[in-house]
């Protein structure tokens, strides 16, 4: 260990260790920290009472900077561990002391617990989990038409109906109340390898969140978690009827609702996620924007015209700037956008939504809006205002449907190369 402090904060320093770890922080890091609140109670001789992480300031230079501060309470340590972040992601790790005697009297102990921890990475094991998902749709109520196990995860088909008050953008009520719509809810159960409960729960929503970006994109409904995983079970008949007790018995008398049909197209759309973080990226893009276009058309307009464009790029390629011989700068941008467009729209829609490109440029650098843009739970922005909603219906949809059209090809395949396209290429921007 230093004998002397790398830096000092409120009264005390931060002496490195002279072994650190060696592993991954952005896959492993809070598994490492969690292992070695185990090891330090194992070498102590005592039982971890808290775990605690805090972010403490300290200069260097004239400028501010931050470590992370770890205690393990309960154990009788007079010292923390230090976590110093690197420019390439990892972390440099010391022992936090009054002065270099106490760091030193501990040395040994954290040496031990961070080697110990190190070697039990990646020790895992099974852990079920379930969650609850409701699909929703502008169009009227829709269910799961029966049960159905995809990638690995078994969705049950609801067995009540769902009475609650629907999340309208806009104004929030004083005393609750507004819409009521009935939804149907569906009981989802996986599993989720980690190396505790804690962790395969955080597995399990990156898989639930695949899942749902995947029967979002298929059958065109919006699935949303409205129970995140937990390791408990949840029996489908014991779930509630209503949010409120006020809405009880409105279920009743409903005309039929729609029934989704989930295609195999939705496990190969999430085994391709995992194969592919390009598409994993598009994916979430694609299922974000489907959540904020009621409140905000302009910015889901923005990601899905970008996921055109990125999709466009991997089969259209750049030009040269031709201006002059000095320029190098490339073009053909909004080329991408255009020719991804052309493969799944009739020329004439293709052409009226390439307009698209430009306002999404301008919401990008000038913060433009082109719609009535609500606030959560408050009124809409009068900055801009669309009463026939025309934008939404007819411009965001509608790009939202070749967004939709051009990922199936993504994932199925069936784009066209750069070869085959580059002949019909064209230096315009």
């Not at 989802?188 to 729960?201: C, K």
């Not at 999709?311 to 073009?331: H, M, Q, T």
Request: with cysteine; charged share 20%; hydrophobic share 40%.
């Amino acid at each position: 260990m230093a004998n002397n402090p790398v830096l000092t904060s409120n009264g005390c320093g931060v002496f490195l260790l002279s072994e650190q770890p060696s592993l991954d922080w952005a896959t492993y890091g809070d598994e490492f920290v969690d292992r070695l609140g185990q090891h330090l109670a194992d070498i102590m001789g005592g039982a971890l009472a808290e775990q605690h992480m805090s972010t403490v300031p300290f200069q260097r230079a004239g400028r501010d900077h931050f470590y992370r501060r770890y205690t393990f309470s309960g154990l009788g340590l007079d010292t923390a561990l230090a976590g110093i972040p690197l420019k390439d992601g990892n972390w440099q790790l010391g022992v936090e002391a009054s002065d270099a005697k106490h760091a030193e009297a501990e040395a040994d102990v954290w040496a031990a617990a961070i080697r110990n921890a190190q070697a039990d990475i990646g020790q895992t094991s099974d852990h079920p989990w379930w969650a609850v998902l409701v699909p929703t749709s502008v169009f009227g109520s829709v269910v799961l038409d029966g049960s159905v196990t995809i990638a690995e995860i078994t969705l049950i088909r609801p067995m009540v109906p769902y009475a609650r008050f629907a999340r309208e953008s806009g104004m929030r009520r004083l005393g609750g109340g507004g819409e009521v719509e009935v939804v149907y809810p569906v009981v989802v159960s996986g599993t989720a390898t980690g190396y505790q409960p804690r962790a395969a729960m955080n597995r399990a929503n990156d898989q639930l969140l695949s899942l749902c970006a995947s029967l979002t994109l298929d059958t065109d409904a919006y699935w949303e978690v409205a129970e995140a995983p937990l390791p408990h079970e949840r029996d489908p008949a014991s779930l509630p009827a209503t949010e409120d007790p006020s809405l009880t018995g409105l279920a009743e008398g409903m005309q039929p609702p729609s029934n989704l049909v989930p295609s195999s197209f939705v496990a190969e759309t999430v085994e391709k996620m995992k194969a592919d973080s390009d598409v994993g990226e598009l994916m979430a893009a694609y299922y974000h924007a489907r959540s904020i276009e009621d409140i905000s058309p302009s910015l889901a307009a923005l990601i899905y015209v970008s996921t055109v464009e990125a999709i466009g790029s991997r089969f259209v390629p750049l030009s040269k700037c031709e201006c002059c011989d000095a320029c190098d700068k490339a073009v053909g941008y909004g080329r991408r956008f255009r020719n991804a467009l052309k493969l799944v729209l009739p020329s004439k829609d293709a052409k009226r939504l390439s307009q698209l490109y430009d306002k999404r440029s301008k919401t990008a650098h000038q913060g433009a809006l082109h719609s009535t843009e609500f606030r959560l739970w408050g009124p809409p922005n009068s900055f801009k205002h669309d009463p026939a909603d025309y934008f939404l219906y007819q411009e965001v949809w509608h790009v939202r449907a070749a967004a939709g059209a051009l990922l199936r090809l993504l994932v199925e395949d069936q784009l066209p190369t750069q070869d085959e396209t580059e002949h019909n290429a064209s230096p315009r921007a």
